[in-house]
């Protein structure tokens, strides 16, 4: 099928793309970015967009640069711009390593990452990462800017904090401390495919018990998040084999997981006792 018809606007600027989008978002106006989720939506006329607002055009948008210990994203950052560490120490190590579970090669050299935190798929990799590490999004519009912070951000499936004529011109994520170790580990059928569970975790080792753990689940509930009853399982323990058995099991105990075309809820808690676990493992033994 082709897309149902839409007029296309090409901004060379933020404030033009804000003006634009002021104008237009309330006569279904969006934002394209990368298009590896709006187009084919389109093309199966699952959305009908009246107006696209096209931000390749905009070069401010491309910033990638840490800044104030934090790693800055631009809407116009492309998933493939994380192939090599694009930080120093784990965060950038981390980043490369998620990033090679985002769909495929050519999708990864169009889609943004912005778009992804944008669309709020439940199983995006990326939403993951913001939502453990604790992202801020930069939403712009013609009315101003507001940082909103990761927990206040993902709300539902597709469904975020950001209105309809805002603009995420950037993405914030802390850098990680040299010594944090980080694990991720997803699980799908195929390769590329979206994850049907996932787990991302990081933690110190100080004194020889774990300190300041993160544990964040994805592609299992609606939307991505931290589960502070795993993460209680494993302050203050030594790491290793029973401490992680047991914030695995936290995690699925803690979950409301989803029912979808992939599989049953039931499978997806039993996956997260097992994708958490084995991210905590991965962390202590990379
Ligand atoms: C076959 C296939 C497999 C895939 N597998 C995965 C996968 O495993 N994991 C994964 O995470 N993704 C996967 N994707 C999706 C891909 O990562 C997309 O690139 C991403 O979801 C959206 O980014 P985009 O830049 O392409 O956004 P677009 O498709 O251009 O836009 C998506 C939505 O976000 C809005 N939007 C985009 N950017 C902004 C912005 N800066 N501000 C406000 N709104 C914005 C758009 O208006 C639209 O509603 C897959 C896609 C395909 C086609």
Redesign the pocket.
């Known amino acids: 099928m082709k897309p149902a018809a839409f007029h296309y606007h090409a901004p060379k600027s933020i404030e033009e793309a804000l003006a634009l989008l002021a104008t237009y978002a309330p006569d279904d106006g969006?934002?394209?970015?990368?298009?590896?989720?709006?187009?084919?939506t389109m093309a199966f006329r699952l959305a009908r967009p009246h107006h696209l607002v096209d931000?390749n055009g905009i070069e401010a948008l491309r910033r990638l640069a840490v800044a104030d210990g934090r790693l800055m994203i631009g809407?116009g950052v492309r998933?493939q711009a994380f192939h090599r560490p694009i930080a120093e120490g784990p965060l950038g190590t981390l980043m490369s390593r998620v990033m090679r579970?985002?769909?495929?090669y050519p999708?990864r050299t169009?889609?943004?990452f912005?778009?992804?935190i944008?669309?709020a798929?439940p199983?995006?990799?990326?939403c993951l990462v913001a939502a453990t590490l604790g992202a801020e999004m930069v939403a712009k519009s013609a009315r101003g800017t507001r940082i909103v912070a990761a927990a206040d951000y993902f709300q539902g499936i597709m469904t975020t904090a950001?209105e309809p004529d805002?603009?995420?011109?950037e993405v914030r994520l802390p850098l990680l401390a040299a010594d944090t170790r980080t694990g991720f580990y997803e699980f799908n059928r195929r390769a590329?495919?979206?994850?049907m569970g996932m787990a991302l975790v990081t933690f110190r080792v100080a004194d020889g018990v774990i300190a300041e753990p993160r544990v964040g689940v994805g592609g299992a509930e609606t939307h991505p998040r931290r589960i502070a009853a795993a993460e209680a399982e494993l302050a203050g323990r030594v790491p290793g084999a029973d401490a992680f058995r047991a914030a695995g099991e936290a995690a699925a105990a803690a979950i409301d997981p989803l029912t979808d075309h992939q599989t049953s809820a039931e499978y997806r808690r039993e996956l997260v006792a097992v994708v958490t676990r084995r991210a905590l493992d991965q962390a202590m033994n990379p």
């Open positions: 969006r934002v394209l970015a990368g298009g590896q989720s709006l187009v084919p931000i809407a998933h579970h985002i769909a495929h999708i169009r889609g943004t912005c778009g992804s944008a669309h798929d199983a995006s990799e990326w950001l805002e603009l995420l011109a590329g495919d979206f994850a």
